[in-house]
């Protein structure tokens, strides 16, 4: 039950990042749903399988892969529409590769092994999807280029926390060596 509320965001990784890429192709209404839905399946997959005792290494993976592909594809549409900086899918998938590549040959582990900043970096990942798409909406005067303007600056201010996260990640080792 956990892998499947998992691969809802796979179902709707390509309406969402088509949508946001294209903002005719659905309506606004239709586009926050379908954000909401793959929100609801990321916060609920994980409470599902420790609650039914299939929470495994291996669903993990399914788990942040898929939220991964989802948050990148929607930002890259996001940036192919000129309303983020195409720097920021690009960096989530460095910062996503390293952090499989670390957990699983570096530190050796047999699951991945988040970090605090990763952590929250994948949380607000979620959250240019939903404002860039409200400010779609028919709002009064100057609302939209309110939201706009914040969906902007998180943006860059991800864009920051995702290059932190990196460097966090790359120092990792050397704090561990020292320990």
């Known amino acids: 039950m956990a892998n ?3 691969a809802v965001r796979l179902f709707l990784l390509i309406p969402v990042a088509w949508s946001l890429a294209d903002p005719t192709l ?3 209404y239709v586009l926050l749903l379908l954000i909401l839905i793959a929100i609801a399946s990321d916060y609920y997959d994980g409470i599902v399988a420790r609650a039914t005792g299939t929470a495994s ?3 993990m993976l399914f788990d942040h892969g898929t939220d991964f ?3 990148t594809s929607g930002l890259s549409a996001l940036a192919y529409a000129g309303s983020v900086h195409p720097a920021l899918p690009i960096l989530i998938a460095i910062a996503f590769s390293q952090y ?3 957990s699983y040959f570096l530190f050796k582990q047999k699951q991945l092994k988040m970090s605090f900043l990763g952590k929250w970096n994948g949380v607000f990942y979620f959250a240019p999807l939903l404002v860039f ?3 779609r909406f028919e709002l009064p005067s100057g609302f939209a280029d309110v939201l706009l303007l914040i969906g902007s600056l998180l943006a860059y201010a991800l864009t920051i926390s995702t290059i932190a996260s990196i ?3 790359f120092l990792a080792p050397l704090r561990a060596a020292e320990d």
């Open 4 to 6: 499947l509320l998992t």
């Open 26 to 28: 659905l309506p606004a």
């Open 57 to 59: 290494a291996k669903g």
């Open 69 to 71: 592909l989802f948050v």
């Open 100 to 102: 499989v590549l670390d």
């Open 133 to 135: 798409t409200v400010a």
């Open 167 to 169: 460097i966090d990640r």
